[in-house]
């Protein structure tokens, strides 16, 4: 019995050293290690966004809209929009100028979900800041299918010259516990 214990111990403290190694990668990925300076200029709001005479933000469809402001990277205003039960996407409107930024549409999730190598169906969850230019995606998985283990993936991006650049491998775990 002695010896089976031993061997849970020992399986048991590798397996908490190896996750200590992985939060440790993970603590290099700090908001405040990629800086941006906030813009405080003139906003110019894209084309497909207006306001109404009573103050209420509006996307061109007409359906209800978040007043335009810098939320990631310094200047640039990203937000999550749904577009149905299972849908979601990510816009990113480059405030000084009014310009979309399409890199952001590798996080969007339609009907049918985005998939996995490994076949499971995710949907993203974005972090970020304005005064920061590092982007963390977390990967819900199986999240809408019940009958299959749910589990949670990350990655970290950085934005450079308008273009997001991967900076570490995927996690296999997630750490960003608030909503973005």
Not at 97 to 112: L, R, S
Request: glycine fraction near 8%.
């Amino acid at each position: 019995m002695k010896a089976k214990c031993g061997i849970c111990f020992r399986i048991s403290l590798v397996a908490t050293l190896a996750l200590n190694a992985a939060w440790g990668q993970t603590r290099q990925f700090q908001f405040e290690a990629f800086p941006a300076e906030v813009y405080h200029g003139r906003i110019h709001v894209p084309k497909w966004l207006h306001k109404l005479k009573d103050g209420e933000w509006v996307y061109i469809s007409g359906t209800a809209a978040s007043r335009p402001e810098v939320t990631f990277a310094g200047e640039y205003d990203l937000e999550g929009r749904t577009c149905g039960t299972q849908c979601r996407y990510y816009g990113m409107t480059d405030l000084r100028t009014g310009v979309d930024v399409p890199a952001i549409g590798m996080f969007d999730g339609a009907e049918p979900l985005p998939t996995t190598r490994d076949g499971q169906s995710y949907l993203t969850i974005l972090y970020f800041k304005p005064d920061s230019r590092l982007l963390i995606a977390e990967y819900l998985l199986n999240f809408r299918e019940p009958d299959k283990p749910q589990s949670c993936r990350q990655r970290y991006f950085v934005l450079e010259d308008g273009k997001l650049k991967p900076i570490s491998k995927t996690f296999m775990f997630c750490t960003e516990k608030d909503e973005p």
